[in-house]
């Protein structure tokens, strides 16, 4: 085990520490002897690779699991929670990577479940309903309190976890991974928000991988690597160069656009496609869109929230309606075909939310690998256990999913691995064309690099790939195409060779943002 680095000093108070905390499951070790302090008033900022041990260690810090070894200091003194209740009558909340929403209850509902306010005559609905609208306003977002959750983009539903977060007034708050799947302006209003709450002496835990993003408004950063601390240093000074380093080591890079290899015939044929508001706004989402996609071509899609970029895949792929246009793969036009049907004519789509629409689970690892490809292996009433083992034994060696075995739960994957699960299930069908949406939401900068280098070895191989992103540093990667969407229609396109300024630019963004 490496030694764990000396903490430089300062000046701050520590409010809460964990000294020689350690996490085991069986033989895995998640966290390794790790020392952490968190201060009062200022912004701590935890980076780390999927399966560092960063989620593990604030889900010890806020209760919601116990270190198998070492001790958590608040205040000055030993403490021990056996669940995050009680962590957050001590005034620790925790913002979870994944939301924990009940989609069919209410915005107002989500804030105040489970220490709801009471008046005489039992729940005070018009005070939870008058604080969410406060909450709301507070983050700037115009979200009517009675909605269901269901109804909200996952944007706005990250808002809401937030929202439910800030309610508790805690006096230490745990933030990972609040803004990934928050637009440039909702994460303007959250730095905001953390910069109030940390001149009222709140404390700030921040977990990203968004890792220029985040240096905006940390007052010193901690690196965990492998379970250990390997890194910690002040504001003044680190940059990106240091963070990497520290993380992945000095040979990091997204790729680049793969060559040596020859387009194929048009593998997938967009024709003025136009996609009405999904919900019931007076607008268009997509608008009279058309683009072509070759066999082993990597095409970027970039744009702000509310480009229309999801919406366009989806709509390919089968999830929504288009009002008019066509969609043809491989010559022959799909439009009238359901999501299955198209997966079996050889279309995929790796979605945006990985927990709610790309995994099951309950099920295993090995479960969700071959869930898309189970009519392959299925003969009338009984499975082909041996083909379908051999599936899965392959995928997870392909797309190199870091698993125990097909046996483990999915849940007991990092981020990265299960996103890799989601990919390598989709790839399990055999596709002609690929399309993610978002495929690095949530995940670190090196599985973000093992992302895109299976997706560049599969567009060699002749597969036609086609991504989206709201991170204008993954256009300049694998991508051959660089489209830019604004408003629901391709405002650009650009080669590999475009600036970042230009691409922003493009699709109405502020380059000084």
């Not at 680190?238 to 963070?243: A, S, V």
């Not at 496609?273 to 071509?297: H, I, M, Q, W, Y």
């Not at 939401?441 to 191989?461: N, Q, S």
Request: glycine share 8%; hydrophobic share 40%.
């Amino acid at each position: 085990m490496t030694d764990v680095p000396q903490q430089k000093p300062d000046l701050a108070e520590v409010v809460l520490a964990a000294r020689n905390v350690a996490k085991s499951y069986g033989n895995v070790h998640a966290l390794k002897g790790v020392n952490f302090d968190i201060h009062r008033g200022q912004v701590t900022t935890l980076f780390g690779e999927n399966g560092a041990g960063k989620s593990t260690l604030m889900k010890i810090l806020s209760g919601v699991i116990q270190p198998t070894s070492g001790e958590i200091i608040l205040d000055g003194k030993p403490v021990a929670f056996n669940n995050s209740t009680e962590a957050r009558d001590r005034g620790i909340s925790i913002i979870h990577q994944e939301l924990s929403l009940a989609p069919n209850l209410s915005v107002r509902d989500n804030i105040f479940m489970g220490r709801e306010i009471m008046g005489p005559t039992g729940v005070d609905f018009a005070e939870e309903e008058r604080q969410a609208r406060r909450l709301m306003a507070e983050l700037e977002e115009d979200i009517d309190p009675l909605t269901p959750v269901e109804e909200l983009r996952l944007g706005q539903q990250q808002i809401v976890e937030i929202a439910r977060a800030l309610s508790v007034d805690s006096r230490i708050l745990i933030m990972d991974e609040p803004t990934s799947a928050l637009s440039a302006s909702e994460v303007e209003v959250l730095f905001k928000v953390i910069r109030d709450l940390t001149a009222k002496g709140v404390s700030i835990v921040y977990i990203s991988h968004h890792l220029e993003e985040a240096l905006q408004i940390t007052d010193h950063a901690v690196v965990l690597r492998d379970g250990t601390m390997t890194a910690y240093a002040p504001r003044a000074e680190i940059d990106l160069e240091w963070i990497v380093r520290n993380m992945v080591g000095d040979n990091y890079d997204l790729g680049s656009p793969p060559e040596g290899h020859v387009f194929g015939e048009v593998a997938l044929s967009v024709r003025d496609l136009t996609v009405a508001d999904p919900k019931g706004g007076a607008f268009n989402v997509v608008d009279r869109l058309s683009l072509d996609l070759r066999a082993g071509e990597v095409v970027c899609i970039y744009g702000l929230m509310g480009a229309g970029r999801t919406e366009l895949l989806e709509t390919v792929a089968g999830r929504l309606r288009a009002s008019s246009g066509e969609v043809v793969l491989e010559g022959r036009e799909i439009s009238h075909l359901s999501i299955a049907e198209r997966i079996a004519r050889g279309l995929a789509l790796v979605p945006e939310d990985r927990q709610r629409d790309g995994l099951v689970q309950t099920m295993s690892v090995g479960e969700n690998l071959s869930l898309a490809s189970i009519a392959s292996f299925t003969k009338g009433l009984f499975t082909q256990k041996k083909a379908e083992r051999a599936l899965i034994d392959a995928s997870i060696r392909e797309v190199t999913v870091k698993t125990s075995g097909p046996a483990a739960a999915i849940g007991s994957l990092s981020g990265g691995n299960q996103q890799k699960v989601v990919i390598g299930k989709m790839l399990a069908t055999k596709p002609r064309v690929i399309m993610l949406d978002e495929p690095s939401r949530g995940i670190d900068i090196g599985a973000k690099a093992e992302v895109f280098k299976l997706l560049a070895e599969e567009a060699k191989r002749g597969l036609a790939v086609i991504y989206s992103t709201s991170e204008v540093g993954e256009c300049l990667s694998i991508a051959h195409r660089i489209i830019v969407m604004h408003k629901g229609r391709i405002s650009a396109e650009f080669d590999s060779n475009v600036s970042k300024e230009k691409i922003m630019a493009a699709s109405g963004e502020s380059v000084a943002a």
